[in-house]
């Protein structure tokens, strides 16, 4: 009887293991890829599932929902030889469960080394300027650079962003040296055209001052033309009116010389008294 108790608890237990072995519950949001004997047998959909104890195993369990890869930061060197930083992260999805276990070891890992390669190459073929400026080209050339190789793994890729895109700390410094010298550049050429305008217009008020001057000493002068003419035609043949006018300055003028402060010794000329009496003794012609 024991022996008999003793097989019969060793059948349970083979029945029981038997039985677990060979039912399988997938979850929601995975296929799971069956083995038999070595070899690919079938998918398992996500629900409850029979397998063959013994000659069936379950190899992989792949989640076919989607997957986010980090593409983790690296440097470019852009084709004016600038050294920039980018990192980008996939998102990424199985709709091919069989390619992407037995097309590729890791595809994960490969769909993120194919994506950092092909960001090195994309940004390689770009300025610096370029580069910092079309992150959706980069994006768009980048996602339709790897949807080719992702069909052949077995996946999709739904998208690609570029997280970040910057220079690199070194050439972060040169850009801002860069930008300070073209400040002070356009800073020089602002003051230096300044000076220029204030030459041109210093110039400029110097010409027509110039020419005010000279339109003035030529009204000046036809003025003083224009009273000698009515003097001439005033007086006509009698200068003894003249001869008294120039008299009476002529006294003025050296009465004004001695009242002058700083006057300490007035030269008279010798022919004062013949000159006032030549012009008080003339008589008309």
Same mark, same amino acid.
């Given at each position: 009887?024991?022996?008999?108790?003793?097989?019969?608890?060793?059948?349970?237990?083979?029945?029981?293991?038997?039985?677990?072995?060979?039912?399988?519950?997938?979850?929601?949001?995975?296929?799971?890829?069956?083995?038999?004997?070595?070899?690919?047998?079938?998918?398992?959909?996500?629900?409850? =599932?029979?397998? +063959?104890?013994?000659?069936? /195993?379950?190899?992989?369990?792949?989640?076919?929902?989607?997957?986010?890869?980090?593409?983790?930061?690296?440097?470019?060197?852009? /084709?004016?030889?600038?050294?920039?930083?980018?990192?980008? +992260?996939?998102?990424?999805?199985?709709?091919?469960?069989?390619?992407?276990?037995?097309?590729?070891?890791?595809?994960?890992?490969? +769909?993120?080394?194919?994506?950092?390669?092909?960001? =090195?190459?994309?940004?390689?073929?770009?300025?610096?300027?370029?580069?910092?400026?079309?992150?959706?080209?980069?994006?768009?050339?980048? =996602?339709?650079?790897?949807?080719?190789?992702?069909?052949?793994?077995?996946?999709? &890729?739904?998208?690609?962003?570029?997280?970040?895109?910057?220079?690199?700390?070194?050439?972060?410094?040169?850009?801002?040296?860069?930008?300070?010298?073209?400040?002070?550049?356009?800073?020089?050429?602002?003051?230096?055209?300044?000076?220029?305008?204030?030459? +041109?217009?210093?110039?400029?008020?110097?010409?027509?001052?110039?020419? /005010?001057?000279?339109?003035?000493?030529?009204?000046?002068?036809?003025?003083?033309?224009?009273?000698? =003419? /009515? &003097?001439?035609?005033?007086?006509?043949?009698?200068?003894?009116?003249?001869?008294?006018?120039?008299?009476?300055?002529?006294?003025?003028?050296?009465?004004?010389?001695?009242?002058?402060?700083?006057?300490?010794?007035?030269?008279?000329?010798?022919?004062?008294?013949?000159?006032?009496?030549?012009?008080?003794?003339?008589?008309?012609?």
């Amino acid at each position: 009887m024991e022996g008999f108790g003793i097989v019969a608890i060793a059948l349970f237990v083979f029945v029981a293991v038997t039985v677990a072995k060979g039912v399988r519950i997938v979850p929601q949001g995975e296929e799971w890829i069956v083995e038999r004997l070595g070899k690919y047998n079938s998918t398992l959909l996500p629900g409850l =599932r029979f397998i +063959i104890p013994y000659l069936d /195993r379950v190899a992989y369990k792949l989640v076919t929902k989607d997957i986010i890869l980090d593409v983790q930061e690296q440097e470019v060197i852009t /084709r004016d030889n600038a050294v920039i930083l980018t990192n980008a +992260i996939a998102f990424i999805k199985v709709t091919d469960p069989v390619k992407a276990v037995y097309g590729v070891v890791d595809f994960a890992e490969a +769909i993120r080394n194919l994506i950092m390669t092909t960001l =090195r190459s994309i940004c390689g073929e770009m300025e610096l300027d370029e580069a910092l400026s079309s992150r959706d080209k980069i994006k768009a050339r980048l =996602r339709e650079s790897i949807a080719d190789e992702a069909v052949d793994w077995g996946l999709t &890729v739904k998208s690609v962003e570029i997280q970040d895109i910057k220079p690199s700390p070194s050439m972060q410094k040169a850009m801002e040296m860069q930008a300070s010298a073209e400040r002070e550049r356009k800073a020089m050429v602002t003051r230096a055209e300044g000076e220029k305008q204030s030459m +041109i217009l210093q110039a400029e008020a110097r010409l027509e001052s110039a020419k /005010r001057d000279a339109a003035a000493q030529i009204n000046l002068a036809e003025g003083s033309a224009e009273a000698i =003419r /009515r &003097v001439t035609l005033a007086i006509g043949d009698n200068y003894t009116p003249m001869l008294y006018m120039l008299g009476e300055k002529y006294v003025g003028a050296l009465h004004k010389l001695g009242e002058s402060d700083n006057a300490k010794i007035v030269v008279l000329p010798a022919d004062l008294q013949e000159s006032l009496g030549g012009l008080l003794r003339r008589k008309p012609v």
